[in-house]
């Protein structure tokens, strides 16, 4: 009977001790996916809290309203907005070490000690509530000051990258919508391609129709119109991707169906009178990633300080007050109990004099990491100089082009009327036409790009120099 016992409770032993085993497999082999458990496959409420979302689409947006859309969906503001949040609590933590700590407790002691001979026996019970007070009055170093300023430039530090991700949620707003607008006239001038070419396939088969062409023109025109076709299916395919991506940029399902206004005819100005020393020395001073190194930096610097005055004595504000129960147990269990109120209070100086090179080492840690922040800042300023003359040389750049582009469009649809109409009267043989219908097509692409290529390097200018604001530049 003790050996079935003793068997049993092994089993259940070994029961309970598989039953709280996790085994987690892993891939069985390298050319099988993972059969995920249940467990494994957790799912989370945000995509459905996406979906739920029902912002106001019935009348078309314009790109203000499109950055407005953004910045309350986009989830990367979203997480810096918090980021931001959460530092600006630290300066509190941190202020938390240099105000009055106040503890209360409550505390129980029992006593017994067994003597010989018994008249010596000890047998006591002590209790009650106490508040304990310590206050860091002043430390020699600097170190309250210094602490603080570290978690204010930390806070400072989080805040600039907040604007940051506010201007690269606009950028991204931004050349969405011009890619959509481009797409859209992409389309427009695929289907004008395909229409003027099949103009010129009508007419190559009314010359073979009235004995004056032969079958070769027809069949030439009718692959230059069957690859304006392909050309306007593939536009057609760019404006839905380009739908999808304004979605994706304005924080909401790539399949929502959006509709924006039009962009003003107008074009920007150039800025080649500027001065480019001024205009890159004053970006510098307002791009809010910089701002946000700079913020660490001095972060880092406060950390020194605080690293040094370690090194000094603290002085330190001291008291109590409790309220104290006694209970005495003496012979044949008789008891007498008493009570008293107790206080303390002081000043103490605390010097650490040696903590084996702790001090020393986290000073020069300290100082390293600044040193480190500080070519950092160095390197993305110099970076930064460089991206803003290529912003501004691809602006300037932009607005050339687009110009020559308007003048290479009335070039080459003047000289496509001027080919058919030739054709159409016998001086021109079909590869004149085709030749030019092939060149005004060329032209309209290169100018629809102009045109886009002006607005994106304006916007990516504004957000080099940091100047990228919620209202668009130029709707």
């Keep these: 009977m003790k050996i079935a016992a003793l068997q049993l409770l092994s089993f259940a032993t070994l029961v309970l001790l598989m039953a709280g085993c996790v085994e987690a497999p892993p891939p069985s082999s390298l050319t099988t996916q993972w059969n995920a458990p249940n467990d494994a496959k957790k799912q989370d409420r945000v995509w459905d809290t996406v979906r739920a979302e029902k912002p106001d689409l019935t009348k078309p947006l314009t790109l203000f309203e499109l950055a407005d859309l953004a910045l309350q969906n986009n989830a990367a503001t979203r997480r810096a907005w918090h980021e931001a949040r959460a530092a600006s609590e630290q300066v509190r933590f941190t202020e938390g070490y240099f105000i009055p700590n106040l503890t209360a407790g409550v505390g129980m002691t029992r006593v017994t000690t067994a003597a010989h001979p018994d008249s010596f026996d000890q047998n006591s019970l002590t209790y009650g509530p106490g508040l304990q007070l310590s206050y860091l009055v002043c430390n020699f170093g600097g170190g309250r000051s210094a602490a603080v300023e570290q978690a204010l430039q930390t806070v400072y530090a989080a805040n600039f990258a907040f604007n940051q991700a506010v201007q690269d949620t606009l950028l991204s707003a931004q050349l969405a919508y011009y890619n959509v607008i481009s797409a859209q006239a992409g389309v427009e001038t695929a289907a004008t391609n395909s229409l003027d070419a099949r103009v010129i396939l009508d007419a190559a088969t009314e010359r073979r129709n009235a004995g004056v062409g032969v079958d070769l023109d027809v069949l030439q025109a009718r692959t230059i119109y069957d690859q304006s076709l392909y050309a306007l299916a593939s536009a057609q395919g760019q404006q839905q991707i380009g739908w999808g991506l304004l979605a994706q940029a304005v924080g909401l399902p790539a399949d929502t169906q959006l509709q924006i206004a039009m962009p003003a005819t107008n074009m920007p100005a150039s800025l080649s009178k500027t001065d480019l020393r001024r205009f890159i020395d004053a970006a510098l001073a307002r791009r809010p990633?910089?701002?946000?190194?700079?913020?660490?930096?001095?972060?880092?610097?406060?950390?020194?300080?605080?690293?040094?005055?370690?090194?000094?004595?603290?002085?330190?504000?001291?008291?109590?007050?409790?309220?104290?129960?006694?209970?005495?147990?003496?012979?044949?269990?008789?008891?007498?109990?008493?009570?008293?109120?107790?206080?303390?209070?002081?000043?103490?100086?605390?010097?650490?004099?040696?903590?084996?090179?702790?001090?020393?080492?986290?000073?020069?840690?300290?100082?390293?990491?600044?040193?480190?922040?500080?070519?950092?800042?160095?390197?993305?300023?110099?970076g930064a100089s460089a991206e803003i003359?290529?912003?501004?040389?691809?602006?300037?750049?932009?607005?050339?082009?687009?110009?020559?582009?308007?003048?290479?469009?009335?070039?080459?649809?003047?000289?496509?009327?001027?080919?058919?109409?030739?054709?159409?009267?016998?001086?021109?043989?079909?590869?004149?036409?085709?030749?030019?219908?092939?060149?005004?097509?060329?032209?309209?692409?290169?100018?629809?790009?102009?045109?886009?290529?002006?607005?994106?390097?304006?916007?990516?200018?504004?957000?080099a120099t940091g100047a990228i604001e919620k209202g668009p530049q130029h709707e």
């Excluded at 104290?324 to 206080?343: I, P, V």
């Excluded at 009327?417 to 079909?430: E, T």
């Design 389 to 463: 003359w290529s912003r501004f040389q691809n602006y300037e750049t932009a607005l050339h082009k687009y110009d020559f582009s308007l003048s290479a469009l009335t070039s080459a649809t003047a000289a496509w009327q001027l080919a058919l109409d030739s054709y159409k009267a016998g001086v021109k043989s079909i590869l004149d036409v085709l030749t030019a219908e092939t060149q005004l097509a060329q032209a309209r692409g290169q100018h629809i790009v102009a045109r886009q290529d002006v607005f994106t390097a304006l916007a990516q200018l504004a957000h």
């Design 289 to 382: 990633d910089l701002s946000a190194l700079r913020s660490t930096l001095a972060a880092r610097e406060a950390a020194i300080k605080v690293a040094n005055a370690t090194r000094w004595p603290s002085l330190y504000l001291n008291g109590s007050v409790a309220r104290d129960y006694y209970e005495l147990y003496g012979l044949n269990n008789r008891a007498a109990a008493a009570n008293d109120w107790a206080y303390t209070g002081g000043l103490s100086l605390k010097w650490n004099l040696f903590d084996g090179f702790q001090t020393l080492s986290s000073k020069r840690i300290a100082e390293a990491q600044a040193e480190a922040m500080r070519a950092q800042v160095k390197l993305v300023e110099l």
